[in-house]
């Protein structure tokens, strides 16, 4: 089996922060979001992996390289614009060749894993099996209708009016079948070549295609807040315990566990955590800050409440004045921002 990972997407909902970097690199429990993504392929037993790149290929090939580090082998496979789901199956072909795959989109994670479905997927070998969660309200999704045998029946994308709660997570396996729906199936009304309408057209033909529920945690991490809650869902496996990296320094300061601090960071003063993932080279003078992602290379100083907060590479934050007030900031990489009361 191989691997096709979906990283090509622009992240409007994660601006300011997508304006700089792409989302799949944005860190969780200080580790980029595709890192957990690889890792959970590579747990399946699979080391090939193509991995779907659009503006943002240097970038993300400068994080993950060829994938060694990760223990798998990755080839990047360039999309010149976003056209779909199944657009990327089409272009990854040469590499797929006829073997079985797995997709997963780049900025999903499912910490929990997907290793029982693999397995499931590997004894009977269906055309198609989607990886589907149960959610309140299934219209912003890919639902799936099932029949009482439990095969899929049906597939709709963003139904105004759900049949089903089972929403596509963004994971799918396939055998070499889905090439041929690929090859069969039009641009829809987003003028994009829908993986749903590809599985619809097996479906349509009689082939086998099925769906297993995941009941762990997932989080499409579209968005700063689900970036956050993603945070702390990772951080609570630390239980109450602090993470610091090489050379990171901690003066006169408290950090109340889960945290993770990265490597020659300095903590200066200050009173961290719970939930604080703080990435490498930073700076935090005199501050109080709970509940929020700090990347690379940046400074807080003097400010004494701080939280629900995503602060960007090389930003800076500090105060116009030294009122103690709470500020829940989104601030961009390379950003200067002096709080007022």
């Not at 779909?84 to 900025?107: E, I, N, S, T, W």
């Not at 899929?152 to 929403?167: C, F, G, M, Q, Y």
């Not at 769906?211 to 997932?218: K, L, V």
């Not at 590479?313 to 900031?329: G, I, T, Y």
């Amino acid at each position: 089996m191989k691997a096709l990972v979906l990283s090509g997407g622009s992240g409007t909902r994660l601006r300011p922060f997508s304006y700089s970097m792409p989302k799949q690199l944005i860190p969780i429990a200080n580790k980029p979001v595709l890192e957990h993504v690889l890792e959970n392929i590579r747990d399946l037993g699979v080391t090939e992996v193509g991995v779907i790149v659009g503006g943002w290929a240097a970038e993300i090939a400068g994080v993950i390289g060829d994938g060694s580090r990760l223990g798998v082998r990755v080839t990047y496979i360039p999309q010149d614009r976003p056209l779909g789901l199944a657009h990327c199956v089409a272009l990854a072909r040469p590499f797929l060749g006829d073997d079985d795959f797995v997709m997963y989109l780049g900025d999903n994670m499912l910490p929990d894993g997907v290793e029982t479905i693999a397995e499931e997927f590997r004894a009977g070998r269906p055309a198609a099996q989607v990886v589907v969660h149960r959610v309140a309200d299934p219209r912003a999704f890919g639902v799936v209708e099932l029949g009482r045998d439990g095969a899929v029946r049906r597939l709709v994308e963003k139904p105004a009016r759900p049949r089903s709660d089972l929403a596509m997570v963004g994971v799918y396996f396939f055998t070499a079948r889905i090439h041929d729906a690929v090859a069969a199936i039009r641009p829809g009304a987003r003028g994009e070549l829908e993986i749903t309408d590809a599985i619809q057209w097996l479906v349509d033909r009689g082939s086998a295609v099925r769906a297993s529920e995941y009941r762990g945690y997932w989080k499409d991490t579209g968005r700063a807040e689900d970036v956050l809650e993603c945070n702390r869902r990772l951080l609570a496996e630390l239980g109450d315990r602090v993470v610091l990296g090489p050379g990171a320094r901690v003066v006169r300061s408290v950090i109340e566990g889960p945290a993770i601090i990265g490597a020659n960071t300095l903590i200066e003063d200050c009173h961290l955590g719970p939930d604080v993932s703080i990435g490498q080279d930073c700076v935090l003078r005199r501050t109080r800050l709970a509940d929020s992602i700090v990347l690379d290379g940046a400074t807080i100083s003097e400010v004494p409440g701080l939280y629900g907060s995503m602060i960007g590479r090389s930003a800076v934050v500090m105060p116009a004045d030294r009122e103690k007030v709470q500020h829940r900031l989104l601030v961009g990489d390379h950003t200067r921002v002096e709080l007022v009361a």
